[in-house]
């Protein structure tokens, strides 16, 4: 298996072309093996540093997000491998993600946190992970 660098790595580059051939490289070798879907792209946004997908993600910044989540989903499905956006939403800290229940306003959770989902659905995104916590009260 490819030590990759991080879709944080990555993403610093606000470089689409660059997220394209990333995301084809793995979704390649994912092919190679056999695999049928890709745990991937990770949508959520860096928001806390006790979250341990940070590596995963595509930054902070929710407009960057959604610019590039597109073509490492276009990347990623060139290879006839199905990319799967994850973690549907606002999953942001990994101790007791079971058990913890993000409150956020409708308005803050569709400005910021659902950018890049829209953006992967528009994409074409073939599959979507749900998340470990409870939003709102609520399991999504």
């Known amino acids: 298996m ?14 689409r072309d660059a997220m394209f051939a990333w995301g ?3 979704g390649a070798e994912q092919k190679t093996k ?13 928001r806390t540093p006790w979250c341990g997908r940070n590596f995963e993600y595509q930054g902070e910044d929710p407009y960057l997000a959604s610019q590039l989540v597109a073509p490492e989903v276009q990347g990623i499905q060139s290879n006839n491998v199905s ?12 101790q007791d993600r079971s058990g ?28 979507a992970m749900c998340s470990y916590n409870r939003v709102n009260g609520e399991r999504k």
């Open 2 to 15: 490819t030590a990759w660098p991080s879709a944080l790595t990555v993403a610093m580059s606000w470089d």
């Open 24 to 26: 084809a490289a793995m």
């Open 34 to 46: 056999g695999t049928n879907v890709m745990l991937g792209p990770g949508i959520n946004l860096a």
């Open 83 to 94: 990319a799967c956006i994850k973690h549907y939403t606002v999953n942001a800290i990994e």
């Open 100 to 127: 913890m229940n993000v409150v956020v306003d409708q308005r803050t959770w569709m400005e910021t946190y659902s950018r890049g989902f829209q953006a992967a659905v528009d994409a074409g995104v073939g599959t």
